[in-house]
Structure formats: structure tokens, C-alpha cells
């Protein structure tokens, strides 16, 4: 069992940046996946990005160049960096562990956070 708790979330006006922490519950944080999602009002929740165990890194089209994942497992913590916001980046942001799928796929996560919100302002 794993339990995430994201924070950092906030109102940034356009072109601000935010960095959004993910703190795990477990010993076992070193073997996931982590990613980070984000879920518009009346939109589908989406693919932000992904780290792997082996620290791969793989970012949506959308975000690639503003934003950077990161974790640190001595810390159990996921990171979000964003910076160049924009007011289409205005969404809940939550972070997600797997064991294993694709990576970009939702439906590979077994564990979710409670999601932290993120508006930009024009």
C-alpha cells in the first residue's frame, strides 16, 4: 500500500512557475513509477510526466521544456517543476505510483493522491 500526498499547488499569474512536491507513504517508493497527471474541469485527466525506478524520464508534448520531474528516494518525494506557466496548464495536478504498464496510461496506476490545484492567471 502506498499513500500520496501532493502539495505546492496554487494562483500563479502567466508565465509564473510552481514547484509541486509528492510526499509516499512506504518502503518501497524506489520500485515505482512515479507520474504526475492533471485534470482540467470537463476534461479527461492527463498525462504530465513520468519517472522511472531507473530514472527515466518521459514528459507530455504539452509541458516538454517548462516542466521537470524528479524525485528523491532517500525522501519518499516526487517533484514537479514548473515554470513558463500558462493559463491552459490550469488544472488538479496529482501524482501516481505503478509498478508496471505504460507509463502515459492512467489506467497503469494503482495509487493516487487526493490532487492539488493549480490556476494561472492571464
Known amino acids: 500500500q502506498v499513500q500520496l500526498v501532493e502539495s505546492g499547488g496554487g494562483l500563479v499569474q502567466d508565465g509564473g512557475s510552481l514547484k509541486l512536491s509528492c510526499a509516499a507513504s512506504?518502503?518501497?517508493?524506489?520500485?515505482?513509477?512515479m507520474g504526475w497527471f492533471r485534470q482540467a474541469p470537463g476534461k479527461d485527466r492527463e498525462f504530465v510526466a513520468a519517472?522511472?525506478?531507473?530514472?527515466?524520464?518521459l514528459y507530455a508534448d504539452s509541458v516538454k521544456g517548462r516542466f521537470t520531474i524528479s524525485r528523491d528516494n532517500a525522501k519518499n518525494t516526487v517533484y514537479l517543476q514548473m515554470n513558463g506557466l500558462k493559463p491552459e496548464d490550469t488544472a488538479v495536478y496529482y501524482c501516481a505510483a505503478a509498478l508496471f504498464g505504460r507509463i502515459t496510461s492512467v489506467n497503469s496506476y494503482s495509487y493516487w493522491g487526493q490532487g492539488t490545484q493549480v490556476t494561472v492567471s492571464s
Open positions: 512506504g518502503r518501497t517508493f524506489s520500485s515505482y513509477t
Open positions: 519517472i522511472s525506478r531507473t530514472d527515466g524520464i
